[in-house]
């Protein structure tokens, strides 16, 4: 038998060879994408809201601030879809009290940030135990036994929602090591220091100095420039004088404090190549009953956000007032207060009534 001759394979040419290499290298990668998406939805879980908030008729100070959780079915009030809000605390690092309190409602359905500040003297009568205390920010004291491990926050909690007339879904207590990590991942932010800051505590190691004006910071610059409250310098007459940085004193810093995380949230949100990096940062300087989870479920809103609609205020008052034998209590101006609750922070469907808050009048 006459033997069959093989036809003879003629050798792929580079463009198809590059063609099929192509072809199967995408065909992996959109494996690998398809595969995280899946894993990612897995992992991510909505977030919860708290179920209940100030009753209008309850007493204030009590020993037990779980009370103040009431169904708000109960009151005919519904919360907005999709809206949560959050308290942001910072621990002073010389008291371990809380030196800034923010609370902030994000409407991820309509894209809304609020970010409003609390001054840390904002007059509360509260008693945990036989902890009573007239200022929100010693709703947080450092290694006070009337607290449980973590109790401090969750009392930090109830207070501002007791003040505010709304529930507080969860809470971020930060380190203010964290600026300094942020910006230097991001490689430094541009900021408009907004008052002449010259104040030196070696018993802290802490030098501040900076003039006015736009400047770029580095990760521990932006920490002094928040940190910054008091100058050593005090003008004309008073050589060697302590006096306030700023005009409006702690109001004028905690505006700074507001535009500066507003900075730094911008910067990192537009570098999103370094989430990795974030994660391990937020991790070690981040105290949080949010899971992780919780926070992938964020993402995909959260990269759409566009920065001119957040919102940010202080409310306003008078801090130089007395309650109770204290002294430099903060009085809010319940009417303007309200007003900015409203605006920036309300998750119901209708307002925020005075009777829902609890902005108490100095003596």
């Known amino acids: ?43 991510s879980r909505r977030p919860t809201t708290a179920e209940g908030t100030v009753r209008p008729d309850q007493p ?3 020993d037990d601030p779980s009370t103040l959780d009431v169904d708000e079915s109960q009151q005919g009030l519904q919360r907005k879809e999709g809206t949560w809000t959050f308290l942001l605390a910072a621990e002073d690092q010389v008291s371990g009290s809380t030196d800034t309190i923010m609370v902030c409602t ?7 940030i609020g970010l409003v500040s609390l001054p840390r003297d904002t007059l509360v009568d509260r ?28 009392e930090l ?30 490689g430094g932010v541009d900021f408009n220091v907004p008052v002449y800051m010259n104040y030196d505590a070696p018993d802290q190691d802490l030098h501040i100095h ?13 920490l002094e420039v928040v940190r910054c409250r008091k100058n050593s310098d005090g003008p004309g007459e008073y050589p ?37 990096s974030y994660v391990e940062i937020l991790s070690t300087y981040v105290k949080t009953d949010l899971e992780l989870g919780h926070f992938l479920w964020f993402v995909g809103p959260a990269l759409g956000f566009n920065f001119d609609d957040l ?23 319940a009417e303007e207060s309200l007003r900015i609750i409203n605006e920036c922070l309300n998750p119901y469907t209708t307002d925020v009534t005075p009777e829902m808050t609890r902005m108490l009048r100095a003596d």
């Open 311 to 333: 919102t940010t205020a202080t409310l306003p008052g008078d801090g130089s007032k007395s309650y109770d034998g204290v002294r430099s209590v903060y009085e809010l101006d």
């Open 106 to 112: 994000y409407d991820t359905v309509n894209q809304k």
């Open 240 to 276: 060697n004088n302590i006096y306030d940085a700023y005009p409006d004193a702690d109001v004028g810093r905690t505006r700074t404090q507001q535009e500066m995380v507003k900075t730094i949230a911008k910067k990192v949100l537009s570098n999103p190549q370094k989430a990795g």
């Open 1 to 43: 038998m006459a033997k069959r001759k093989h036809k003879k394979r003629r050798p792929s040419s580079p463009l198809r060879r590059l063609g099929r290499g192509l072809y199967r290298t995408l065909v992996v990668i959109s494996a690998l994408i398809v595969g995280a998406w899946i894993a990612f939805k897995a992992v």
């Open 157 to 186: 909690m109830a207070a501002a929602g007791e003040v505010l007339g709304i529930p507080i879904d969860h809470y971020a207590l930060v380190d203010t090591h964290l600026f300094v990590a942020l910006v230097d991942a991001v």
């Open 127 to 154: 008693r945990v135990g036989p902890y009573h205390y007239h200022k929100l920010n010693a709703a947080y004291p450092n290694g006070n036994i009337a607290f449980p491990p973590d109790g401090g926050i969750q």
């Open 60 to 62: 204030m100070v009590t």
């Open 210 to 222: 900076f003039d006015p004006g736009p400047q770029h910071l580095t990760g521990q610059q932006a």
